[in-house]
Nanobody, 124 residues
Framework: VQLQASGGGLVQTGHFLRLSCVVS????????VGWFRQAPGKEREFVAG????????RYADSVKGRFIISRDNAENTVYLQMNSLTPEDTALYYC??????????????????WGQGTLVTVSS
């Protein structure tokens, strides 16, 4: 299974970005996908996750009300719509995938496969 994250970039505070994570190599609809981020000097942290059916979604408290995770099984893609961005959102964003799982895990070891990351930089 391969994951390709994209959509990062440099934006100003208050603006938005949409990240994409394309999953290939297996039947995408059975995979739960999570987004994590890692800022310089910090540990990787959970951002949002969506289970295989799309019925179970979780967000970190820091992004609730601003970020929206969704999936398009026809496109083998999970999206992360990031609104009202702040400099604290600056990080390398990774997507991870795991087969099955009704509940998206909030820890990185709960995912089997990872993409290469896409950089998000928010200027003040």
């Amino acid at each position: 299974v391969q994951l390709q994250a994209s959509g990062g970039g440099l934006v100003q505070t208050g603006h938005f970005l949409r990240l994409s994570c394309v999953v290939s190599g297996d039947t995408f609809k059975w995979y739960t996908v999570g987004w994590f981020r890692q800022a310089p000097g910090k540990e990787r942290e959970f951002v949002a996750g969506i289970n295989w059916s799309g019925a179970n979604i979780r967000y970190a408290d820091s992004v609730k009300g601003r970020f929206i995770i969704s999936r398009d099984n026809a496109e083998n893609t999970v999206y992360l719509q990031m609104n009202s961005l702040t400099p604290e959102d600056t990080a390398l964003y990774y997507c991870g995938a795991v087969y099955g799982n009704e509940v998206p895990q909030t820890i990185s070891r709960g995912y089997w496969y990872w993409g290469q990351g896409t950089l998000v930089t928010v200027s003040s």
